[in-house]
């Protein structure tokens, strides 16, 4: 039994599949991607485009391979990455087995549209020969003829029984290392083509709503979405498709996942919106400090309240917890407990300097903990989880 049963996510069960290294689906972490939006003939700037996904967290990439010249450019990339690569793939059966055998970790491809069974037995033999795992990509812009004439426009019907159909193409092959996406730029569409895949199949999904738009409204109309499929369990791995840079996609699919406490990177940072009781300049400091705390890749939570309203009790629940507090000096908490106070002058070089020492204890606790055979759980800090 939970100790809070509010916060219980029950998870869709899936058959898991790897991409690469990466496992997803079953009971795997849910996975972050992003895709890269140089030429993948400019191998340099691909390369440096995807390492710096890789540093913002990413888990896996997606890389578009629209012609031959693209898929011999994956031969240099993938070894000079660390993260799997997944070759985006549209019609051309050639490009699919190209890129297996260049070492693309899964394809991104639709049985259904490559011509013929003949040329779908072609790729599923590349992609087996060569540990490369698919994902159908089904989106409601593009759908079937056939489908668009049965059901009228793209609903959720369609866009299930399109999934189930490429998906059919792979069984016939028993191949059955596949996750499926059903995106659609519209939330209430999107989610809904889920729902319906998530009980139509157990085959993983990659969840995600498509052109979600510029930094601010993609990031809502995603967190709506995905959150509302995260949060009744269904999604194994996610992209947030924005019109952003690729590390903005990383950096809010991470956010979603660790609002629902679903995965954790980095310091989540709790703090209040400031009003006339604040007793430091709120916005300011939390401004500064999530620019200055980016690096931090251990999970950690920080209170940055600007009064005794509320600051002691949102400290209790964190690593690291400042509240604002009279006659120029501060409170600040340490593991929940009141530590010591501060003055004005410091306070983001000072909880930096904090939060550094903190994650490095927690790594060295990790390291510490592994090497003598505990479990990530066992190890993990109390307010980490
Ligand atoms: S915690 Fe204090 S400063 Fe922050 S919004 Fe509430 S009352 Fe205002």
């Not at 899964?106 to 790729?123: A, H, M």
């Not at 593009?142 to 004439?149: F, N, P, W």
């Not at 300097?353 to 490095?360: F, S, T």
């Amino acid at each position: 039994m939970s100790v809070r049963p509010y916060r219980d996510i029950i998870r869709r069960k899936s058959r898991q599949i790897m991409v690469g290294k990466v496992p997803v689906g079953g009971d795997a972490p849910i996975t972050v991607q992003s895709m890269t939006n140089t030429r993948t003939t400019n191998v340099k700037g691909t390369i440096e485009q995807i390492r710096r996904i890789e540093l913002a967290g990413a888990d896996i990439v997606r890389v578009s391979c629209p012609d031959e010249a693209s898929t011999r450019a994956l031969r240099e990339i993938v070894p000079e990455v660390t993260v799997p690569v997944v070759a985006d793939i549209h019609f051309h059966y050639k490009r699919g087995i190209e890129a297996a055998e260049a070492g693309a970790a899964c394809l991104r491809i639709n049985p259904g549209n490559i011509g013929s069974r003949e040329r779908v037995r072609e790729v599923v033999k590349a992609a087996r020969d060569n540990n490369c795992s698919m994902r159908i990509g089904v989106n409601a812009g593009s759908l079937e003829k056939h489908l668009l004439e049965k059901y009228g426009e793209p609903c959720p019907e369609a866009m299930v029984e399109s999934a189930l159909e490429h998906a059919k193409y792979l069984e016939d092959e028993d191949f059955r290392e596949f996750k499926i996406s059903c995106k659609a730029s519209d939330v209430f569409l999107a989610v809904a083509a889920y729902q319906g895949l998530a009980e139509a199949c157990d085959y993983p999904l990659h969840i995600g709503v498509t052109e979600a738009g510029g930094l601010r409204s993609g990031t809502i109309k995603s967190s709506i979405g995905l959150g509302m499929l995260l949060w009744s369990g269904i999604g194994d791995t996610l992209r947030v498709s924005l019109s952003a840079e690729p590390e903005e996609e990383v950096k809010v699919g991470f956010d979603i996942l660790k609002s629902l406490n679903l995965r954790h990177r980095g310091v989540n940072v709790i703090s209040c919106p400031s009003c006339a009781r604040q007793q430091f300049d709120v916005i300011r400091t939390v401004e500064v400090l999530e620019k200055r705390l980016a690096h931090i890749t251990t999970p950690m939570t920080v209170s940055v309240i600007g009064c005794v309203v509320n600051g002691p009790g949102e400290a209790t629940m964190t690593d690291i917890g400042f509240t604002g507090g009279g006659k120029g000096t501060h409170q600040v908490y340490v593991n929940g407990l009141p530590d010591h106070r501060l003055k004005d002058d410091d306070i983001v070089d000072h909880l930096v300097g904090m939060v550094e020492r903190k994650a490095a204890e927690i790594e060295a606790e990790k390291a510490r903990a592994e090497a003598a055979g505990l479990t990530g759980a066992e190890a993990a800090p109390a307010a980490a989880q």
